[in-house]
């Protein structure tokens, strides 16, 4: 790779030379440089002739040794006079087989406490490694880091402020969020004590106009100390009163061949169409998809690869296989009574052997020729009543999750004035309802569409927020 000086100047013909010259009629018209003392070594370029002239080029360095040089420069006018020789001192340093292969750290300035670590030897590092913090006091600390090279060479030290504060025996018991720096909407929200939140929970957005926002985010712990907010960028559209209105899809990044359907207006599309692959080689592929809503917005492609083979003819699903992580061995096998080319699979799926936990499923299809499909994984997780937040401080029974449409609730104990919202998976409120003076109740999911629904009970002073499956 070649080493180059960049070098952008500026030079004015009526401040290059001295004398009762006209410079008006004066114009630049060559320039030579070298480096240090070797002007036998000059190089030597013509211009087109210009009155003032913005020199902006590539100079070479590979005739460099590493350390300090000085770069020299001069101008030559039409008349063939030089102006005086400009010079300036910069340090090269060739990189072109280099590699890191260490790295050292210390805190505040105690570089007699470094820490020094090697590692395999690399041009790039992206350094990902836990700092242990123990000896730090709570406070304000600078944190310092550098790295050398295979020739021995440190580079720069980095430095960065941190705040530190022991958190051993300490707990997490309530977060606050905000959007675009509007602190003073700040929503304040109680958790359970835990040393450690894993945050899963709906986040409403009704006041939001479309358009690019922040999220911001902090936690406080049970000594009334709040964490640095937590921010990040979004973007919002409000499709409470958007339909989908079309679809537009190609193969192997090439957007340029894409096919774009027309559909009936429609909130929630279920895409159940034949996509035709007759022009497409044997091999593996990557199809992509898009839908447009009526305001002429498209959503983030969704790409899944596949595999197209030409031996097999009138084809079909003739079976299925599921399995959780990378348990396989155990693999639930499915067969088909009546073999189709298109499946569309809505099964209820009981995972008894399961504890409370995170966890991967994954899907793979047979056809009538034996061979199996790509595997179509998703994440999942398992919990008692997939609970998402809980102030309740009595044990709350909801079932059956997932349901056809009745859920069943017990709230340990009466509360005087019960009310339920049911939200479904993009978060719009579409059912609420209320009761007076019970423990137990009764709620109907009115919305006929299967998946997922988020069901938000409110008594009293209490709230719990549950996620359900409508099947």
Known sequence: MKKLLKIGLIFFINYLFLGSYSMAQNNISRYQYWFDNDYGSNIYASVSPVENLELNTDIPLETLSDGLHIFNIRFKDTDDRWSVTSSDFFYFNNLTANSINSYQYWFDNDYDSNIYASVSSTENLMLNSAIPLETLK??????????????????????????????????????????????????????????????????FLETLSDGLHIFSIHFKDDKGRWSIPQNQFFYYNNLTDSNIVAYQFWFDNDIDTNALVATTPMQQMQLMEVIPIENIEEGLHLFSIRFKDDKGNWSVPVNQFFYKTNSVVNNKITAYRYWVNN???????????????????????????LVIGDYT???????????????????????????????????????????????????????????????????????????????????????????????????DDKKATLKFIKH
């Open 138 to 203: 709570d406070g304000l600390h600078r944190f310092n880091i550098r790295f050398r090279d295979s020739k021995n060479r440190w580079s720069n030290t980095s430095s960065d402020f941190l705040y530190y504060n022991e958190l051993i025996t300490n707990n997490i018991n309530g977060y606050q969020y905000w959007f675009d720096n509007d602190y003073s909407s700040q929503i304040i929200e109680t958790v359970s004590p835990n040393g450690q939140l894993l945050l899963d929970t709906s986040i």
């Open 361 to 459: 499923i994954h899907f793979q299809f047979k056809d009538s020729s034996n061979n199996w499909s790509i595997v179509t994984s998703d994440d999942f997780s398992l919990t008692s009543l997939s609970v998402i937040e809980n102030t309740f401080e009595q044990l709350i029974t909801a079932y059956p999750n997932p349901t056809k449409s009745i859920v069943n609730f017990n709230l340990g104990v009466s509360y005087n004035l019960i009310k339920v919202k049911v939200f479904d998976d993009i978060g719009k409120l579409i059912q609420q309802e209320s009761f007076m003076n019970l423990q137990e109740f009764k709620l109907k999911i009115k919305n006929k569409s299967v998946g997922i629904y988020y069901l938000m009970i409110i008594a």
């Open 327 to 353: 348990d396989i061995a155990n693999a639930i096998y499915v067969s088909i009574d009546s073999p189709s080319q298109l499946i569309n699979l809505s099964e209820a799926i009981d995972f008894p052997g």
